[in-house]
């Protein structure tokens, strides 16, 4: 224990109903899974050579995924050696592990490509070659890593293709723009896949820290009792990132940090920290809950929201001139619910600030401390404060008041805190696409979202999305526009903090 304590309505269009969900438990993960092929659309993009090849590298040479083969698809004009090619330097730029020679041979057998523009009977033969390979369970995983509207024609291809039967789908966000869009797109997927069999990724939630969340809260008696508004005091979700946008400009510029974070990312870490203890473990339970959460959500106040543009955004390429796109945003918004009624949630993420970082952070109501004198140092620090760091290390931390060693009484701010780096399983972790394609695989729905949960975030969010307030400029490297003080008052942001995390010695 050391004194290093981080511191510091508009009415509702009709909406669809769905397939009854599949009441699939999580499955043991000691528990054999049937041979897969992955047909990877976007094969060559940026999430595949970042993320998806390398974590499918990891997983076959791990021995955590089943026997699997990868079809790539996508624009480019590649054979099966230029893919091959394309993904051993995606893996040795970008993979987490390091893979032997004889580990990349183990993988690459596994590569075929088949461009797009070769048609749906070339993808289909490809995938039938992949099962002939795989034996008579293999089962067909099709990850859209492609924008909403390619991936509609996917769909499309997958249905000419006769590649919809023993199949399931991962969707990359943005799921939709608004409630009629949302609604639209689910409507075109509940066209050719039935819900049991559409993975909506949201790779916050297959980080191990988020899981975490689950863990800490429901697997011990300590927390929950005190987790509502009796006890606390107000919840910051804080997700500054230090990186602009790359290559990115076109994308964002349509879709800026609400939709791009907060609907997804940061709403969904929100429903974790608010939910009501699910029945079980198992996917239904779970989204049952987390969707109650987003039903209780109020409506987005415009008035409660400080949207910023840093400076120089306008003159990247891809980008308006006169753009009004927020590169950053901070809200406040409340929950109407027993356990929540009153307590604010501050909301907070943007591009090009000053630290990255991404922090949940529970402020507890402060004691009546009466019996301290004034001078103590009683409360001088902020309230005590429960702190989550969504990094691979699953850093949890508890600060409270304590006494400062010598005569007298003098109180300061002191702090228990954990870090998966710290014990023997910190190579265990999983990056969180890699932990999402295993679950897909398994046919577990924990922790993808549901359309019905999606559909009632854009819901709260219309009164934003029809009236935004205007986007403040703010200095790369900053906090944000100035106004996020007004935001949070009385309290205040923790980041940055006052205090390092404490490092491991
Ligand atoms: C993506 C967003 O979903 O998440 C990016 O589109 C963002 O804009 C990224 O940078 C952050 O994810 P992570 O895992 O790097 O924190």
Do not use: C
């Not at 269009?13 to 699939?24: D, F, G, L, M």
């Not at 795989?134 to 249905?159: C, D, E, F, I, N």
């Not at 990724?201 to 009792?225: C, M, S, T, V, W």
């Not at 907070?348 to 970082?357: D, L, N, P, Q, S």
């Amino acid at each position: 224990m050391i004194d290093d304590v981080p511191q510091a309505t508009p009415p509702r269009p009709q909406t669809i109903s769905y397939p009854a969900t599949e009441r699939v438990t999580s499955r043991s993960p000691l528990e054999p899974v049937d041979p897969h092929v992955i047909v990877l659309f976007g094969a060559t993009g940026d999430l595949a050579r970042r993320k998806l090849l390398p974590g499918l590298a990891y997983l076959v040479t791990s021995d955590l995924a089943p026997d699997i083969r990868v079809v790539g698809t996508s624009l480019e004009d590649f054979d099966d050696a230029g893919f091959r090619a394309f993904a051993r330097q995606a893996i040795d730029e970008f993979g987490s592990h390091r893979l032997s020679a004889e580990q990349w041979d183990a993988f690459d057998d596994r590569l075929v490509y088949v461009p797009q523009s070769a048609g749906p009977d070339r993808l289909a033969q490809a995938v039938k070659e992949a099962e002939q390979q795989l034996g008579p369970q293999t089962l067909r995983l099709h990850y859209l890593s492609v924008p909403p509207k390619a991936a509609v024609a996917v769909l499309q291809m997958l249905r000419e293709a006769d590649l919809v039967d023993r199949a399931r789908v991962v969707m990359e966000k943005p799921f939709g723009t608004d409630l009629a869009s949302a609604i639209a797109l689910n409507n075109t997927v509940h066209e050719t896949f039935a819900e049991e069999q559409v993975f909506r990724i949201d790779h916050f939630l297959g980080k191990e820290a988020a899981q975490n969340i689950l863990a800490f809260r429901f697997a011990n008696g300590l927390f929950e009792p005190i987790w509502n508004r009796n006890f606390i005091d107000h919840v910051q979700i804080d997700i500054p990132e230090t990186l602009g946008l790359d290559q990115r400009a076109g994308f964002y510029e349509s879709t800026g940090a609400y939709k791009d974070m907060v609907v997804t990312h940061l709403f969904q870490v929100m429903a974790f920290v608010a939910m009501e203890p699910p029945t079980a473990l198992e996917p239904r339970a779970i989204s049952e809950e987390k969707n109650k959460v987003f039903r209780s959500l109020l409506p987005i106040d415009p008035d409660q929201v400080v949207r910023g543009q840093f400076a120089g955004y306008t003159s990247l390429d891809g980008v308006a001139p006169d753009s009004d796109t927020e590169t950053f945003i901070a809200l406040k918004v409340g929950l109407d619910n027993w356990r929540w009624a009153g307590v604010p949630f501050y909301l907070r993420t943007g591009k090009r600030m000053a630290e990255g970082a991404r922090i949940i952070s529970i402020a507890f109501r402060e004691a009546p401390r009466s019996m301290f004198p004034h001078n103590s140092g009683v409360g001088s620090a902020g309230p005590d404060h429960l702190t989550f760091d969504l990094a691979d290390e699953s850093k949890v931390s508890l600060s409270f008041y304590g006494k400062r060693p010598g005569p007298g009484m003098r109180l300061e701010k002191l702090s228990m805190q954990f870090s998966t780096e710290e014990t023997e399983r910190a190579a265990d972790v999983l990056e969180a696409y890699e932990r999402l394609m295993l679950d897909a695989m398994r046919g577990d729905h924990t922790l993808f979202t549901t359309a019905e949960g999606i559909e009632s975030l854009w819901e709260r969010s219309q009164p934003l999305l029809d009236d935004p307030p205007e986007s403040k400029p703010y200095p790369v490297d900053s906090w944000g526009p100035n106004a996020i003080h007004q935001l949070i008052a009385p309290h205040a942001w923790r980041l940055p903090f006052e205090r390092a995390w404490r490092e491991k010695k």
